[in-house]
């Protein structure tokens, strides 16, 4: 009975958001649109809390349940994998987006009322046809009758992790999150408002969206890091793709509003970037959920599933595109700027941004464009195209960020800080080299220009401030640009750790026996035994691995386990973490008795990239939160 209510919320949530989408285009009087969000908001809850349960209790019934759950498996797993599959990952992301209407809502208490109906009209249009998308193709709560299974098929082992409780529903909220910018965006054109009033209202939440889509995309990096064996944090898979271009158009997106909102300039850039963004959530949701790719993100293999997908994407994607030729006033003022002002430099780093975003979008498309064209061939665009793409925007858009806060509205007076910028960044880049030098005994030409651009970053983010002449006005500027400086430095540490462990990495595969010794990088490596483990779903080969660098002593231990009832084998890392390397060994293939295929590597700087993603997601939220709290 318990899942028959969580369709029956399920059904009453979808009545309730067609009338919320329909209503403000159709009454002109004000609308309870805090109270229909707040019900739409528990009614989908209160269906997603059903389906927990239906996991928690094993109710086999349940096909969704059968088909990604197990008798034997861990309970926090069997919470988590409540979204593990396609039709429970659907419910989360139309909670999230209830979620993000809530709180603009909420926090709109002072805007004009016409405009917050619209907002939340066009919300609840999107939710609407999502919601239609679940009840009639991916109904999660549907039966198996007469018998069900008595174990259940088991959650996908590669997703029994720490890292897949938290990774998917912090990505699907930054997803979701680009509702809101969209549906501004809308409403700011039907309601004739696209101006710089429109801006101020979408930045915060465009930056919040930013913010939970580094996060997820950075845990996303770690959790395939260290789950997947491979020791590699970003492999251009399809679906990393399918994130990784959002989360560039939401960055074009927020600087392009911080133009709209303080000169007025770039709204129609700013609109399309609206729109253009959600429409990069929804394609990345129809290449997850179509089958067209393969991919160990992919959730769904049927087609018909996708093309509902793509005519929910075409409904509002074209739909916005037809009002912003239509109904985009104008009659905005503009002002002008010159080619030395921080206007024509944001414009630049959305231009680069942009063309950057379509580059590896047709990168990720392209294969799948040429087996319909030649009607089943295939070919595949890897690693070195998207590696030769994406270095020549970055050293360009890291030229750019380094200089961006010396530079004035309107047009730069004076470019002395020029002398003062090379000067610094050069001596943070020796030192930064003489730091390599000291810790590896050698220096990489290839990775200098990533290092000088980090040096750049630094300086142009930090260093700047020192040219405060009181220390009170540098506490205020401070107060004022944490979010900003913050994200400007993650950006910096991100670059740094991407170029040094590109460049000083280090690996071997070898073979050893039980009591074998091997050297690797000034490291004594020893297999001390094999070992049989048995877990609540699974069995493994362990093996116990005596490390000696130095003075110090450790153990690691790798695993190669085997998951029941499904069979499928998978490889748990061994990693000893620290500031400036990792030492990461993984185990490989059984050979005769205790002998044992091994790959030892060296990851330089490795966190780097991750605590970079993580002051940038700290800097956007702050930012974000700032804005909310100066306009309530």
């Known amino acids: ?51 927990i349960y239906s996991f928690v209790v094993d109710d086999f019934s349940v096909a969704y349940v059968a088909q990604n759950s197990n008798i034997n498996l861990p309970i926090y797993y069997k919470f988590a994998a409540t979204w593990g599959a396609h039709e429970g990952s659907l419910i989360l992301w139309i909670l999230s987006m209830n979620i993000w209407l809530l709180a603009f809502i909420s926090f709109d208490k002072n805007r004009n009322t016409n405009f917050s109906n619209l907002v939340f009209g066009v919300c609840s249009l999107v939710i609407f046809s999502f919601l239609l998308f679940t009840v009639f193709t991916s ?12 174990n259940g098929a088991d959650l996908n082992p590669s997703l029994q992790d720490f890292a897949f409780t938290v ?18 965006s809308i409403s700011a054109m039907l309601s004739g408002q696209s101006n710089k009033d429109w801006a101020s209202s979408s930045r915060p939440w465009t930056l919040l969206a930013c913010s939970f889509l580094t996060v997820g995309i950075g845990l996303g990096s770690w959790w395939a890091y260290y789950e997947l064996g491979w020791g590699g944090w970003w492999f251009w898979d399809p679906v990393e793709n399918a994130a990784f271009v959002p989360w560039l158009l939401t960055v074009a997106l927020v600087h392009s509003l911080i133009v709209t909102e303080n000169r007025n300039l770039f709204v129609n850039w700013s609109l399309l970037l609206s729109i253009f963004a959600f429409a990069a959530s929804l394609l990345g949701t129809f290449l997850v959920r179509s089958g067209i790719l ?16 793509l005519g929910i994407f075409s409904f509002f994607v074209l739909g916005g595109l037809a009002i912003f030729a239509f109904k985009n006033s104008t009659g905005n003022k503009t002002s002008f700027y010159s080619l030395n002002s921080k206007e024509f430099g944001l414009l630049l780093n959305n231009v680069l941004l942009v063309v950057l975003a379509v580059s590896i ?9 040429y087996e319909a064209y030649t009607g089943g061939k295939q070919i595949s665009v890897g690693a070195p195209y998207f590696e030769f793409i994406i270095f020549p925007f970055s050293i360009s858009l890291g030229l750019l960020q380094g200089i961006a806060l010396y530079l004035s509205w309107g047009s730069t007076k004076s470019f002395n800080f020029l002398t003062k910028l090379i000067l610094e960044s050069l001596s943070i880049f020796l030192l930064t080299l003489v730091l390599l030098f000291v810790l590896f005994d050698e220096l990489i030409p290839a990775s200098f220009f990533t290092i000088f651009i980090f040096s750049w970053l630094i300086v142009g983010s930090l260093l700047i ?24 430095t993650g950006m910096a540490l991100l670059v740094l750790g991407v170029g040094v462990v590109s460049s000083y990495s280090n690996e071997i595969e070898l073979i050893l026996d039980t009591g074998e010794k091997i050297e690797f990088l000034n490291k004594d490596v020893e297999l001390l035994d094999i070992k049989d483990k048995n877990g609540p779903n699974f069995i493994s080969k362990t093996a116990n691995i005596k490390v000696l660098d130095g003075g110090r002593t450790f153990n690691l231990q790798t695993e190669k386990r085997t998951y029941f009832p499904s069979g499928q084998v998978t490889t748990e890392a061994a990693i000893d973490t620290g500031i ?27 966190r780097w990239i991750w605590l970079g993603a993580l002051l940038i997601t700290l800097g956007t939220f702050i930012s974000s939160i700032n804005i909310l709290r100066r306009k309530s």
């Open 465 to 488: 401030n020192f040219s405060f002449k009181s220390f009170n006005k540098y506490l205020d500027f401070l107060n004022r640009r944490i979010g900003v400086l913050l994200s400007h």
């Open 294 to 309: 393969t991919s160990v993100h992919a959730f769904a293999l049927d087609p018909e599933r996708g093309l509902f997908i």
């Open 580 to 606: 400036f390397r990792d030492f990461y060994i993984s185990m490989g293939d059984n050979f005769k008795g205790d002998s044992w295929s091994f790959k030892l590597q060296s990851k330089p700087f490795i």
């Open 1 to 51: 009975m318990i899942p028959e209510i969580g369709h029956i919320f399920l059904i009453s949530s979808l009545v309730l958001s067609l009338v919320g989408g329909l209503g403000p285009f159709i009454f002109n009087k004000e609308l309870p649109i805090r109270k229909i969000a707040i019900l739409m908001c528990l009614l989908v809850f209160g269906s997603f809390f059903t389906l």
């Open 167 to 184: 990774h998917p529903p912090l990505l699907y909220f930054g997803y979701s999150g680009l509702l809101l910018p969209f549906a501004i």
């Open 139 to 150: 109904n999660p709560f549907e039966r198996i009758l007469p018998i069900p299974p008595l």
């Open 361 to 369: 979008l047709f990168g990720t498309l392209y294969p799948l464009l």
